[in-house]
């Protein structure tokens, strides 16, 4: 099925990357996500390029991999490109396209804006791609505690995050065995009329709701008979702990922040 | 419709860091009216084997014919729909696939797909409601209020209502009471007789496949281990036991009387009772001896 989408699917490694702790990774990636809009050179574009290349190098995932991965967003990146050539009116006249003038600030702007989704959208893949859901659960629960205070319910967040995360791959795996059971009794997913398209997804939808709904009640039945009564003085298996790499890490993130301003203009 | 297999492999999410073999150059036969067993150890291949049956998976090498259709990894599969028509595939846990209103209406769910007029699905709901033991008056009710067990019934019904010449089982009887096994395994087997049926069925019950099945597979690891007749495929107690699987009760017992009395008894498919009246001729014999 959809196998070669990789948003929000971990890909298990060891590199120095992987072993960050999850609340940094995530600090650092949305200060990545708010600085990339300061770039406005060539050079501070090229500074932020060349650090998302680097990061994503020494995850040891396969380049090929992660390009295969963002295949879904590439379009979206075109698209942007493409939107801007035709609208931007800036500059002055490049050349023209079946008469319609391509101006040197719409090459300029669409470029820069299609770097920034593509740094976007690679950095934060990063992010799925190194830490297990788990982690990430982990860290948003401890990143949001300090709102606890005015009685925002971040744990039961994060627990709703961390068994919503949990039930995808399930809920992937559900569709595709029905679908195939469906496929076998002569249903059409993938051709035919529109019309009949859309019929096609009831035999689907059906049972997987009802599974859905049964799965989330024997969890809970679960969770119940083992006693589970929410946040409270409750202990943790994995104890996030900020070690040195993680400092350092934190200090090389800072480096590139400071460079970056200094080659904006 | 005979089905065969030509070095066929399959490889889940190829080129990337989850690429799984799941078959490696499988090949084997199977002829048209037998019933077939498929004998694994957990993650051997055995349900992607079977996806390849009516073209749910195309192998990424190698070559599947079942009867005048084929299926190459190359090229795209040519008149899929009709191939699905006559190899009806029972899934694990087939009661995951229901979703119509009412039980009349999902048995006809299938058939209705492939084009069978009314009339005709109508003449076969009653049949195949007796076939799986549920009493019509249940027809109306929707499938949902059912028993685990009976809605099993109701989507085997669903796949047998396609009338298929062949017919994929998936561990059909997973989950169900040892009574309700019973009957479902009886109720394959007269059919398969009755329809002169291709019959493939994936199980782990070593009982089972002596029982019905005329020839065994034995899958390890995306890969075939042995091939043959049930009763000499399951003597091979070490071989089996390599790869996790275990001789069916019955020879465990035969060859634990040889070991005892020194008389061997071949197995060849008597039920329990021939065998008892065979020990039991064979001790008297002995005692007259001694």
Redesign the interface.
Known sequence: MSNSIIIGQYVPGDSWIHRLDPRIKIVIIFCFVVFVFFANTALSYGWLTLFAIATAASTKIKARFIAKGLTPVWFLIIFTFVLHLIVTREGTVLFEVFTFPIYSGALIQGFSISLRFFLLILVTSLLTLTTTPIEITDAIESLLHPLKKIKFPVHELALMMSISLRFIPTLMQETEKISKAQASRGVDFKTGPLKDRIQAVVPLLVPLFVSAFKRAEDLAMAMEARGYRGGEGRSKLRELVIRKQDIIALGLFAFVIVVLFLLRS | MDISFNEVSYT??P???FEHKALIDLSFQIDSGSFVAIVGHTGSGKSTLI?HL?G?LRPTKGEIKIGDYHIRAEEKIAKV?AL??Q???V?QY?E????EETIAKDIA??P???GVDEEEINRRIPILMEAVHLPLTLLDRSP?DLSGGQMRRVAIA??LA?EPSVLVLDEPTAGLDPKGQQEIMDMFATLHKKKNLTTILVTHSMEDALKYADHVIIMDHGQKYMEGLPHEVFVEKDKLQQVQLDVPEVIQFLQAFEAKFGQTIPYQGQTLTELARLMQEILKGEQKYV
């Open positions: 889940y999410q080129n990337s860091p996806q009516n749910l729909k699905r028509r190899v009806g595939i899934f087939p995951h696939q229901l979703f769910f299938g209705k797909n492939f949902f669903g796949v396609l």
